[in-house]
């Protein structure tokens, strides 16, 4: 036996909240000069084969802008036990985001990062008005080092998350002032982020049991290094017991976004 193997917490089951597919038959426009190569569900499935997986969360690239015809052929394909995220400009009709929601969307990414959005002008108005007509909730991808005025922001919300730990180290104490207000992290995007994962983790889950959930980030474009099955150690590693594990792995996320476990 492994010793090793046996010693190493694993989750039992996992809701992936935060996973891309780039299918090629749908427009993909060139983000500040990178376009995607093709991830198709397939790829997924292929990646993701020896992990526990009973759901997840697609979540639209910035190269897919705000095209959404690529979602529905998608969750098909995955799943009654899939949601999506995806971009909308603060514009989008209510007739449009009630269609999306009965597709399987669930609520709107605010991608400051890649700049598919900008500005946080009418932010809180966006959130309330998406939360209001369909239960929506905002997602945000951006540095943490940028959090200072998106804070006062996110909190007025009923419900927001934030992608990828924040991305940088020195914004850890702002993500913990988001946790302890109930906004969610998705430990996600190791690949991406400067925070120490583990010490993040930890801190996290002291903060806000509920907070943290743990996402793929496949097929990490533009990341440094892709996901690996190892991501999945260090968090379990750092949590250190089945309850904390099955949380952050599964049920704040299947809460979260409304999923069957």
């Known amino acids: 036996m492994d010793q090793n193997k ?47 997986i009973v759901g997840g969360v697609l979540v639209s690239g910035s190269s897919q802008g705000f095209d959404q015809k690529y979602i529905a052929p998608a969750l ?36 400051l990062k890649r700049r598919v959005v900008s500005g946080l002008d009418n932010l809180v108005d966006f959130g309330m008005r998406i939360w209001d007509l369909a239960g929506w909730h905002l997602e945000m991808y951006v540095d943490s080092r940028e959090l200072d005025e998106v804070i006062p922001k996110l909190i007025k919300l009923p419900k927001a998350s934030v992608d990828h730990l924040g991305m940088a180290r020195s914004g850890l104490s702002q993500v913990r002032k988001l946790a302890e207000a109930g906004v969610h992290i998705k430990a996600s995007g190791f690949g991406r982020t400067e925070v120490n994962v583990a010490e993040a983790v930890k801190a996290l889950y002291q903060t806000n049991p509920d907070c943290l959930m743990f996402g793929t980030d496949l097929p ?12 999945i150690a260090t968090v379990a590693k750092a949590l250190d017991n089945d309850d904390a594990i099955d949380k952050v792995f599964a049920r704040n996320a299947a809460e979260f976004y409304n999923l069957k476990l």
């Not at 999306?100 to 990414?109: I, N, S």
């Open 220 to 231: 990490s474009n533009r990341a440094e290094r892709p996901f690996n099955v190892s991501d």
């Open 6 to 52: 046996t010693d190493t917490p694993q989750p039992r089951r996992i809701v992936d909240a935060h996973l891309h597919i780039y299918n090629d038959a749908y427009p993909l426009i060139e983000n500040q000069g990178f376009l995607p190569p093709p991830f198709s569900v397939e790829d997924y499935q292929h990646r993701t084969r020896d992990l526990p």
């Open 76 to 111: 098909e394909q995955l799943g009654e036990n899939f949601s999506a995220i995806t971009n909308l400009p603060s514009t989008v009709s209510d007739e449009k985001i009630l269609s999306l929601r009965d597709a399987g969307v669930r609520g709107v990414r605010v991608n």
